[in-house]
Nanobody, 114 residues
């Protein structure tokens, strides 16, 4: 069983930055892939970014060049640095981990508004 705890969400103005953190309850060396998804009101959950054990990263087109996913193996934590935030980035952001099963965090709200 893997527990994921997100933090770092909040309210930010357009153009601002936030860094989300996802702390795992086990060593992330044993996790094949970790990532971030988001779900805006009335919309389906969508992939934002993923990172594998060899630090191979993937980004949705909508966030390329603005968001960066990274991992700190010593802290069993994955981060999502979000820059140049737009109102359309407003959503609940969820951490995801894939081993033999798939696990989700509880989500953290990100609101981009002036």
């Amino acid at each position: 069983q893997v527990q994921l705890v997100e933090s770092g969400g909040g309210l930010v103005q357009p153009g601002g930055s936030l860094r989300l953190s996802c702390a795992a309850s086990i060593s992330i060396f044993s996790i094949n892939r970790m990532g971030w998804y988001r779900q805006a009101p009335g919309k389906q959950r969508e992939l934002v970014a993923t990172i594998t054990g060899d630090d191979s990263a993937y980004y949705a087109d909508s966030v390329k060049g603005r968001f960066t996913i990274s991992r700190d193996n010593a802290k069993n934590t994955v981060y999502l640095q979000m820059n140049s935030l737009k109102p359309e980035d407003t959503a609940v952001y969820y951490c995801n981990a894939v081993t033999f099963k798939e696990y989700w965090g509880q989500g953290t709200q990100v609101t981009v508004s002036s």
